[in-house]
């Protein structure tokens, strides 16, 4: 049954408070102390799982496949801004076929208590549980907050590899072990510092458990967001350049990383196949040249021909993939065959 919004939450502040980190890190422990801790202050919660929300077949690692992902991801978020968009007295909110019309009715129900267990215009707030390894991922969630003046914030669990492995094994349906290690490797936690609008994210360490202090430090995070709201976007020129060319360095980036993989295994298939040590010597710095020529292109032409704008979405990822695959890959493999071919003709 669809459910229905009171005409008080237009009234009442909210924030989206974003939960990232490897699985098994401690994000569903450290949710439920938040949702303890706001339920003593007033606040009406709801916690926001993306794995239970998004069906498992949903998650693909192929090009094809990796747009619907983002579609039952960029679900969820509409979801929300639906909900929070209401004007009228009572609305029917129907789910988005892309998540889980059970679970999100879930979601919803400690929003939708009766109105003495949470007065008139008691805060909202929104804790999004999902790994989040991509700035990208959780700059969807503050363009959300900022066109509809929420207040937002992030936070970090830091663990470590082998226990998260070691935690995940314990669980009903674990992770697979491969999917962590890539993640791991992927991972590009909040970063204030290269990214200002995650200027308002804490990092806790969930090694052990996490403690009191902990949530009080989550707690305060929250509340300084609800109280400082985001604006929504104005018109910047200058601002939208100098996202693009952040955009562009980011992808160059991510190209370099793994063109140097490649160019790695490269080396190590070429020592297998007996290539002389001469040969290796001069096959390492032209397949970095090879590497420096296509970054070069690959700028050249993403600022060229990427329109770019901060409400868009580059997915950067499938971007550099593209271009590795369909450009760089073809020419590294290329050069080694050159050299192969030259070792067994000696």
């Given at each position: 049954m669809a459910a229905a919004?009171?005409?008080r939450f237009l009234r009442a502040q909210a924030c989206l408070c974003v939960l990232c980190g490897l699985p098994a890190a401690g994000k569903s422990t450290l949710t439920r102390a938040?949702?303890?801790a706001a339920a003593e202050r007033g606040w009406r919660a709801a916690a926001v799982s993306y794995d239970e929300l998004i069906p498992e077949q949903a998650y693909f690692t192929e090009a094809e496949e990796h747009t619907n992902w983002k579609s039952h991801r960029q679900a969820v978020l509409q979801s929300i801004e639906q909900f929070l968009e209401q004007r009228e007295g009572a609305v029917d909110l129907p789910s988005s076929p892309l998540i889980n019309e059970a679970t999100w009715q879930l979601c919803l129900r400690s929003l939708l208590q009766p109105e003495e267990l949470n007065p008139d215009g008691a805060p909202l707030l929104f804790l999004l549980d999902d790994n989040f390894y991509y700035p990208s991922m959780r700059y969807e969630v503050y363009q959300l907050a900022r066109k509809l003046s929420?207040?937002?914030?992030?936070?970090?669990?830091?663990?470590?590899?082998?226990?998260?492995?070691?935690r995940n094994q314990s669980r009903p349906?674990?992770?697979?072990?491969?999917v962590i290690v890539e993640m791991e490797k992927r991972l590009d936690s909040p970063n204030p510092q290269k990214n200002p609008w995650e200027f308002r994210s804490i990092s806790l360490?969930?090694?052990?458990?996490?403690s009191k202090s902990d949530i009080?430090?989550?707690?305060?995070?929250?509340?300084?967001?609800?109280?400082?709201?985001?604006s929504p976007a104005e018109e910047n020129t200058e601002q939208k350049e100098a996202d693009r060319l952040k955009c562009a360095l980011s992808v160059v980036h991510q190209a370099d990383q793994a063109c140097r993989r490649l160019i790695s295994?490269?080396?190590?298939a070429a020592r297998e196949s007996h290539v002389p040590s001469e040969h290796m010597r001069a096959l390492a710095p032209r397949l970095n040249e090879c590497?420096?020529?296509?970054?070069?292109d690959l700028r050249h032409q993403f600022l060229q021909e990427t329109r770019f704008l901060p409400e868009e979405d580059v997915d950067v990822e499938q971007v550099v993939k593209r271009a590795v695959e369909s450009v760089f890959d073809g020419r590294k493999n290329e050069i080694i065959s050159q050299f192969i071919d030259n070792h067994e003709k000696t």
């Amino acid at each position: 049954m669809a459910a229905a919004v009171p005409r008080r939450f237009l009234r009442a502040q909210a924030c989206l408070c974003v939960l990232c980190g490897l699985p098994a890190a401690g994000k569903s422990t450290l949710t439920r102390a938040v949702l303890g801790a706001a339920a003593e202050r007033g606040w009406r919660a709801a916690a926001v799982s993306y794995d239970e929300l998004i069906p498992e077949q949903a998650y693909f690692t192929e090009a094809e496949e990796h747009t619907n992902w983002k579609s039952h991801r960029q679900a969820v978020l509409q979801s929300i801004e639906q909900f929070l968009e209401q004007r009228e007295g009572a609305v029917d909110l129907p789910s988005s076929p892309l998540i889980n019309e059970a679970t999100w009715q879930l979601c919803l129900r400690s929003l939708l208590q009766p109105e003495e267990l949470n007065p008139d215009g008691a805060p909202l707030l929104f804790l999004l549980d999902d790994n989040f390894y991509y700035p990208s991922m959780r700059y969807e969630v503050y363009q959300l907050a900022r066109k509809l003046s929420l207040g937002f914030c992030q936070v970090y669990l830091r663990c470590d590899l082998e226990t998260c492995i070691r935690r995940n094994q314990s669980r009903p349906r674990p992770v697979p072990v491969q999917v962590i290690v890539e993640m791991e490797k992927r991972l590009d936690s909040p970063n204030p510092q290269k990214n200002p609008w995650e200027f308002r994210s804490i990092s806790l360490n969930s090694t052990n458990d996490v403690s009191k202090s902990d949530i009080q430090r989550v707690i305060e995070l929250i509340s300084t967001a609800l109280n400082n709201p985001l604006s929504p976007a104005e018109e910047n020129t200058e601002q939208k350049e100098a996202d693009r060319l952040k955009c562009a360095l980011s992808v160059v980036h991510q190209a370099d990383q793994a063109c140097r993989r490649l160019i790695s295994e490269a080396m190590k298939a070429a020592r297998e196949s007996h290539v002389p040590s001469e040969h290796m010597r001069a096959l390492a710095p032209r397949l970095n040249e090879c590497k420096a020529a296509f970054l070069r292109d690959l700028r050249h032409q993403f600022l060229q021909e990427t329109r770019f704008l901060p409400e868009e979405d580059v997915d950067v990822e499938q971007v550099v993939k593209r271009a590795v695959e369909s450009v760089f890959d073809g020419r590294k493999n290329e050069i080694i065959s050159q050299f192969i071919d030259n070792h067994e003709k000696t």
